[in-house]
């Protein structure tokens, strides 16, 4: 049983329109993050959380906004998106005081 | 600035051969960890082994194993006896424990296990 799911899996929207990815995770973990993995960069970090109410800025977080409403749910949200918002995007869970994530299956947005 | 770097973009191995990725990071910092991942071609990140900073001993995981060269910031993933399920594109990742938990990653190697 998958313990971290991601919707929708794939998703085609338009410039300007806004777009919402959801995570959830049934670990219980307090910490979450959100990846987008490009060609020739690997994974990078968007956003991240320590727990309901709180979100963090990781190290590309220009353009995305995070939600972190309870212990299980994470979203991403692009107000406003942009055709370089093209991307697979990754949501993770971990343990606070560990290092170890646990990840989603992935989004794979199209913006045309 | 690039923390985590794979030089490798790809790598081919045959079956049953020993096969070597590389990898090496940045930091200042003293705890940390470097974590292998295997992307399967659905997209799925599969964990498979870490090395944290403070152990001095390489750790092993069934046909994983690291070679960790803390002075040169550089770490290796061996995998024994390579067969074709192992293609897939492998990841390093550092994650310091005076950032929180997220990890950095690098740009990954591509490696195709040919019979």
């Known amino acids: 049983e998958a313990a971290v799911t991601q919707s929708p899996r794939n998703k085609v929207a338009v410039t300007g329109g806004k777009v919402t990815l959801s995570c959830n995770q049934t670990?219980?973990?307090?910490?979450m993050y959100w990846y987008r993995q490009d060609t020739g960069h690997g994974l990078r970090l968007i956003h991240y959380s320590y727990g309901a109410g709180s979100t963090e800025k990781g190290d590309i977080p220009d353009g995305y906004k995070a939600s972190r409403p309870s212990q299980e749910n994470f979203s991403l949200i692009l107000e406003l998106a942009t055709p370089s918002q093209t991307s697979v995007y990754f949501c993770a869970s971990g343990e606070a005081g560990t290092y170890e994530q646990y990840f989603g299956p992935g989004t794979r947005l199209t913006v045309l | 600035a690039q923390r985590v770097t794979q030089v490798q973009p790809t790598g081919s191995s045959q079956w049953g051969e020993e096969v070597t990725l590389d990898c090496s990071y940045e930091?200042?910092?003293?705890?940390?960890?470097i974590f292998w991942y295997r992307q399967l071609f659905s997209g799925e990140m599969v964990f498979l082994i870490y090395q944290p900073s403070f152990d001095t001993q390489n750790q092993r995981s069934g046909r994983y194993s690291v070679v960790f060269q803390k002075s040169f910031k550089s770490i290796s993933l061996v995998i024994s006896a390579s067969q074709p399920e192992d293609s897939g594109t492998y990841f390093c990742?550092?994650?310091?424990?005076?950032?929180?938990?997220?990890?950095?990653f690098g740009t990954g190697t591509k490696l195709q296990v040919v019979p």
């Open positions: 670990n219980n973990h307090n910490n």
């Open positions: 930091t200042s910092e003293y705890f940390y960890r």
């Open positions: 990742a550092l994650s310091e424990l005076i950032s929180g938990t997220y990890q950095r």
